[in-house]
């Protein structure tokens, strides 16, 4: 974990489409003004914030987060709900992760209701739009304040 901290901030495949795609369920805010309310909401904590396409390249900065960042935000869209590769990679973690959605899976389609992430994940918060980023990264920095201050009892 970095002295200073860094949180990791990913996104998965179709959210560079946020404000046009389905915006009934996903609202009108950009993927840019989500990063920039995370931002905001870190409060001066360096935020890696990252989106792709391609399930190999989300897992690769998984496992980078592992050496360079504090805590990790993730919101693996349709990943989330398919994505046992993506799991083994976050399971590799010892910083708290946070799981975050936009809209509601549990109150979406039932393919939707079953997340890879959440067995890893310290919580879940969804349903709250670009607020929901907000909520998962002030509880992100919370948690990896609280693991820094832990005493290390590893000896």
């Known amino acids: 974990m970095p002295e200073t ?14 404000g046009v795609r389905e915006p009934e369920v996903y609202g009108h ?13 870190a409060d ?13 390249e989300l897992i690769d900065w998984v496992q980078e987060a592992r050496e360079k960042a504090s805590a990790l935000v993730i919101n693996a869209a349709g990943y989330t709900h398919t994505s046992v590769a993506l799991l083994d990679a976050l399971r590799t973690l010892t910083i ?15 393919y939707r209701h079953r997340s890879y ?4 994940a310290a919580g879940v918060v969804s349903g ?23 005493p290390d009892r590893s000896v």
Not at 140 to 145: C, H, I, P, T
């Open 29 to 41: 805010a950009t993927l840019a003004e989500v990063q920039a309310l995370c931002e905001q909401a």
């Open 5 to 18: 901290p860094v949180l990791y901030v990913l996104n998965g495949p179709n959210l560079n489409l946020l």
């Open 96 to 110: 708290p992760i946070v799981e975050c959605h936009l809209s509601n899976p549990s109150a979406r389609e039932r």
């Open 128 to 150: 709250f739009g670009p607020f929901s980023y907000e909520l998962a990264v002030k509880a992100a920095l919370r948690l990896a304040q609280q693991q820094r201050a832990a």
């Open 117 to 120: 992430i959440s067995p890893v």
């Open 44 to 56: 001066g904590v360096t935020v890696v914030f990252r989106q792709t396409n391609h399930e190999g």
